[in-house]
């Protein structure tokens, strides 16, 4: 996938999350089925999720090669991604630390909805000044994935928000 298929999958990924967190009420936005996260939570934890990564695409690039170093391997396609994240989650791989959403009330939907978009709108911006060599080069750690590159960290970023719409619908289809 290229850099401008890259920008599109996210911004139509993300787009379309929040316009099915505007479609439910308050009380499908804050139901939990036993020990599941609320949609709230689960916009809350896209939040957490989309934020750092905004943060270290916004750093010199000198910065991740140093902390994390460079590829050793080329990156793997969207659907290599995927998969391998599909496989971690059924070995019982759950977000942690500073993912992990707190309790999220109904009134805070429309804050955290503007930071998500201003934050994916700020990532698309950081991917336009990196080339298509550094997305493959630079490497993010990744908690359940460990150290992946710039492109597979975005590949994962579109996947994600999707797989947490699709827990949401589940779990309100099964309410």
């Known amino acids: ?5 890259i920008i599109q999958l996210l911004q139509e990924k993300h787009e379309a999350f929040i316009a099915y967190i505007q479609t439910l009420s308050s009380e499908e936005l804050l139901y939990s089925p036993a020990d599941k996260w ?20 916004g750093y010199p690039k000198f910065v991740p090669r140093l902390l994390f170093g460079k590829a050793n391997r080329p990156s793997k396609t969207y659907e290599e991604l995927i998969n391998r994240y599909n496989e971690k989650l059924s070995l ?4 942690s630390g500073r993912f992990v ?8 939907k429309d804050e955290l909805i503007k930071l998500i978009l201003a934050s994916v709108n700020k990532l698309c911006k950081r991917i336009e000044k990196l080339n298509e060599t550094e ?11 460990s150290k992946i590159t710039i492109r597979e960290m975005l590949y994962f970023t579109a996947y994600h ?6 827990i949401i619908k589940r779990d309100l289809k099964n309410k």
């Open 38 to 57: 609320t949609a709230a939570q689960q916009l809350d934890h896209i939040h957490k999720s989309v934020k750092p990564l905004t943060q270290a695409l």
């Open 161 to 166: 928000v999707e797989h947490h719409e699709n």
């Open 1 to 5: 996938m290229t850099k401008p298929q």
């Open 135 to 145: 997305l493959d080069n630079l490497i993010l750690p990744h908690p359940l994935l």
């Open 101 to 108: 959403p707190a309790a999220i009330s109904a009134n805070q």
């Open 92 to 95: 019982g791989g759950r977000a």
